[in-house]
Structure formats: C-alpha cells, structure tokens
C-alpha cells in the first residue's frame, strides 16, 4: 500500500501545505465516495442515481454507472457527460469546490503538497467553439476537456467518422460494418448507444430513415458543434478544469495570508 506522508485533516492543514486536487481526483475511488453520501450501490461499478424523480419507479433498475480505470461516473439517464468524484460531492451536497475538497479530505486519506505545486501556467487558448463541419471537431473535444470523458469506443469511432466526413457538406456516410471494421469496436449494439451518446451530447445529426428508424444499416450522419447543447458542454467542462487551477491559487493565497500574520509583530 502506498506511504501517505500527510494526511490532510480540518484542523492540522500546515499553512504551507494544501490538498493535492490531483491525488483525490485519480486516487479516491468514486464508489466510495458515493457510498460516503449516501448513494445506493449496485455491486462496484454501479449504483442508483440520487435524482429519483427524473426516473420512472424511482430508478429501480440502477442508471449510474463508474469507470473504474477513469475514477469517473455518469447516471446514463441524466447526465450528458461524465463528472469526477469532486462533481459528484458538489452536485450531491449542493456545495462548492473547495467544501467538496474540504469534505473528502476529512473522510479520506488525502496527502498534501507544498503550496504551488502542480499549479500550471495559464492556457494561452480558450474555449471558443466556432461552427465547423468535420475539421476541427477533435480538437474541441480534446482542448475542452471532453474528450477524457468519452468511453473507448466513443473515442475510437470519432476520429474514423471525422475522416469519412465530406468536407464540402460534413455528411458521412457509412455502415456499422465499417464503423466496426475501422475503428476496431466489435459490437453493433456499443456503436447504437455511442451514436445515441453523441445525439445527446449535441455532437452529432442523424438523418432519419422512415423504414429502418433513426439509426439504420448505412447511416448518415453529421457533426453539429454549433448546437447549444455541445456549445455548452464543453465551455462548462473547460471551466471546471480551469477551477481546479483556481482553487490551487485561492488555497496558496491563503496560506501565504495566513503566514504573514503569524510572521508579524502583535
């Protein structure tokens, strides 16, 4: 097991030293901070989800569902994209970052780093998603922050479909035989519920076919990076992980505050 060296406790937080975000994201496994608040569990990767009046018989059958190797979840009813174990605590508990920091450190074993550390520079780009067909599709997804919350299939049918996308009107047209055989996803019915993640995202328009339904043999589909619902995904994930940067600074300022006053003369 590894060696905590400080374990970060309300009350014996050294001035100098502040929660490592990056510990509890990666290392606080979000099952058990689910079952910390309270969340019915359904085995280890499952569970039902606490909003049980957006679900018929009070989500019965579990809707949410956790990526272990991601320590990240998502309620496949209500939830266009997937949020971290810090998410879960703010949406839970209704509260802020740094009370959603403050409540897992002092339930789980979270070390502490020296105040600065891991702060990156600031990001020259910012998130403004222009409309565009195919071109630049990728890139919003991986400069946003999205991208990391797409499951493997999903992240491996993007890039073919970009490929395959007419560059004069963005339509692709292909089958799921040839998603399958390209993008190396072996199951039809993993490609129906990605597509059906990426209607709902805002990503992406299917165009309807009368006799095969909505999402038919050979299919016709086009990105829409224009939409309300991605333009909004993405600005807001892109936020989020600017705050964590934030929170860092806001945590050493008040360290460093805290320490001037120790340091002046009564």
């Not at 910390?36 to 949410?64: F, V």
């Not at 970052?97 to 780009?125: C, D, E, M, Q």
């Not at 222009?130 to 990391?148: F, H, K, M, P, T």
């Not at 049918?157 to 560059?167: E, G, I, R």
């Amino acid at each position: 097991m590894q060696r905590i060296a400080a374990v970060c406790e309300p009350d014996k937080i050294k001035p100098s030293m502040v929660p490592d975000l990056k510990f509890i994201r990666e290392k606080v496994p979000i099952a058990s901070i689910a079952a910390a608040l309270g969340i019915r569990l359904a085995g280890k990767y499952r569970a039902h989800c606490w909003r049980t009046e957006r679900h018929t018989n009070g989500d019965n059958d579990p809707s949410m569902s956790f990526l272990k190797h991601k320590n990240k979840g998502r309620c496949n009813v209500c939830d266009y994209h997937m949020w971290s174990n810090l998410d879960l605590v703010m949406m839970v508990r209704k509260t802020d970052l740094p009370s959603a920091i403050k409540w897992i450190a002092s339930r789980f074993p979270v070390p502490t780093i020296a105040k600065g550390a891991h702060i990156n520079k600031r990001s020259s780009w910012s998130p403004t998603f222009s409309a565009s067909y195919a071109d630049s599709v990728i890139e919003q997804l991986v400069r946003s922050g999205v991208w990391s919350d797409l499951s493997h299939a999903e992240q491996s049918l993007l890039p073919v479909m970009n490929t395959f996308a007419d560059p004069n009107t963005g339509w692709i047209s292909i089958s799921y035989q040839g998603l399958q055989q390209y993008a190396g996803v072996g199951s039809s019915a993993t490609i129906r519920k990605a597509l059906q993640h990426f209607c709902s995202m805002g990503l992406l328009q299917v165009e309807p076919s009368a006799s095969q339904g909505v999402f038919r043999s050979v299919g016709r589909y086009r990105f829409t990076v224009d939409d309300a619902r991605f333009q909004a995904l993405t600005t807001a994930t892109y936020q989020s992980l600017r705050t964590d940067v934030a929170m860092q600074r806001e945590m050493r300022k008040a360290a460093q505050d805290a320490s001037r006053r120790r340091a002046s003369p009564v």
